[in-house]
């Protein structure tokens, strides 16, 4: 399996970190893609891919909820620490408008300047929608081509979005814990998503899957995503577990 979007450096796993990665082995988890955050976390990122470099693969981008006032500034000293052949997307970026709605306009310019950056080094963008698929449609209606590729991380949409998002012909849905809730209602759209275009995820430490709902999420409870999915496309675990790391494989380059 492959997690492709887990926070392992967050201060959550300071106390396990190892144990942590250990048992996201054992459970047959065998690589984890980092998504960046902001400057923060750029270190714990770098210490995790040198620590653990046939594990760990670490993304670059600016997340949509530390989008301020000096976005501007912020990306060109961001981008400043990009590295050909070590990030493996340009993420998380996107629109959040959950929390705050007081940059928003903000935000729609830093994803468009973030996915200027995806074509430029030739790398998928791994997007966060929050409260905004609007937002981001409106940006990836003007700035799709057939460069493009990326990941809806952590998809709660509807119908809606899936035939949009299938019709832009390069975007995967990250599906994660948010599955198994009881009425997230996302396994019914499910099925309106073909398995080739499916990403598992974790976004550990946050929406730990059912029956650990409320509790550190992980990568080693991945299996419970897993075993969800196989049985909304009628599937063995074995199916789903091989076609999604190809898929994964593939948009990531790995």
């Not at 966060?128 to 590729?149: C, G, M, P, Q």
């Not at 275009?197 to 409320?214: H, I, S, W």
Request: aromatic fraction near 12%; charged fraction near 25%; hydrophobic fraction near 40%.
């Amino acid at each position: 399996m492959i997690d492709t979007h887990a926070h392992i450096y967050s201060d959550s796993f300071s106390e396990d970190r190892a144990e942590v990665i250990k048992r996201a082995i054992d459970a047959g988890v065998e690589k984890i893609l980092l998504p960046n955050i902001d400057f923060n976390s750029l270190g714990g990122m770098d210490d995790l891919v040198n620590t653990y470099p046939n594990i760990f693969y670490p993304m670059l981008g600016l997340h949509p909820c530390e989008i301020k006032e000096n976005w501007e500034q912020d990306l060109e000293r961001l981008k400043s620490f990009y590295r050909k052949g070590y990030h493996v997307a340009i993420g998380e970026i996107g629109v959040d408008l959950y929390w705050d709605v007081t940059f928003k306009e903000h935000q729609m310019r830093a994803f468009a300047m973030q996915i200027d950056w995806a074509k430029e080094f030739d790398l998928p963008i791994v997007i966060h929608a929050r409260d905004s698929f609007k937002e981001i449609f409106k940006v990836l209606d003007e700035y799709n081509d057939e460069s493009l590729t990326g990941v809806f991380h952590c998809f709660t949409g509807g119908e809606e979005e899936v035939e949009k998002i299938l019709e832009y012909g390069g975007f995967m849905f990250g599906i994660g814990g948010v599955v198994t809730f009881k009425n997230s209602g996302l396994d019914k759209v499910l099925g309106n998503i073909p398995l080739s275009a499916v990403l598992l995820e974790t976004d550990a430490p946050y929406l730990a899957p059912a029956p650990k709902r409320g509790k550190r999420n992980e990568p080693a409870l991945l299996p419970l995503v897993v075993e969800k999915i196989a049985a909304k496309y009628s599937k063995n675990k074995e199916d789903v577990i091989a076609q999604t790391t190809k898929n994964a494989l593939k948009l990531f380059n790995l």
